[in-house]
């Protein structure tokens, strides 16, 4: 049964969006999203943060000065493992989201206060979005944090997937990543749905078809 928050994208990538080079830099962007986020944080000490993009230098080491802790799950890269595709009911390629979630994202011992999302819904296979936002909620504090990024409908299917770098209290540099396929758009209410167990969400409008949105647990 087709999900009735998320618009699917089909077809393949433009030849351009192929041959574009892995870890090349695609400049900067403000995030008042990333802003908000930073000044909610600061006065606070030995907090727990979880960046589920790929691992970043400059992240941690913008949140170790601040005096925080920083883990990381690159929660895109896990989903490519072969090791979780498996065919639906009628055949069809899907991935095994109970197999991902025993392996993956576990946090036994820790609890977040706050947690860079970016843009991972974008582009995770459709079975495993709502369960890490679940799962995400499970182990993030009261009152805690999430970032996240959502492309709006002007994007298009061949947007590309960057990592995303902190350059600052509100600046992003951007570095060309794998060339992950843009799944779906999100709109407003399909957001709201997704973190409907949240406690509120706040938008953000950019300029480079990017809705930045902080949650709030």
């Known amino acids: 049964m087709a999900n009735p928050f998320s618009r699917f994208f089909r077809g393949k990538s433009s030849a351009e969006n192929q041959q574009a ?4 830099d695609a400049g900067f962007r403000r995030s008042s999203g990333l802003g908000e986020l930073t000044r909610l944080l600061k006065g606070s000490e030995g907090l727990a943060i979880l960046d589920l993009g790929p691992t970043s230098p400059a992240n941690i ?3 170790t000065e601040l005096g925080h802790r920083v883990y990381n799950e690159d929660v895109l890269l896990a989903a490519q493992n072969a090791d979780y595709k498996a065919k639906d009911a009628n055949g069809n390629p899907t991935i095994d989201a109970d197999h991902f979630f ?5 946090f036994r011992n820790v609890k977040f206060d706050a ?8 582009y995770l296979a459709e079975p495993l979005v709502k369960p890490m936002v679940e799962r995400i909620a499970s182990v993030l504090n ?5 970032l996240a990024f959502f492309h709006t409908k002007d994007a298009g ?9 902190i350059n600052g209290l509100d600046n992003l540099r951007l570095q060309r990543g794998p060339q992950f396929r843009l799944q779906r758009v999100f709109n407003n209410r399909h957001i709201e749905n997704l973190f409907h167990d949240y406690a509120s969400l706040k938008f953000f409008l950019a300029r480079d078809n990017v809705r930045e949105v902080l949650v709030v647990r």
């Open 115 to 122: 947690v860079l999302c970016w843009d991972i819904p974008d």
């Open 157 to 165: 299917p061949d947007a590309p997937y960057y990592r995303y770098h």
């Open 102 to 106: 025993r392996e993956n994202l576990l």
């Open 21 to 24: 080079v892995q870890g090349t």
């Open 61 to 63: 080491t913008h949140f």
């Open 142 to 146: 009261p009152k805690g944090y999430l």
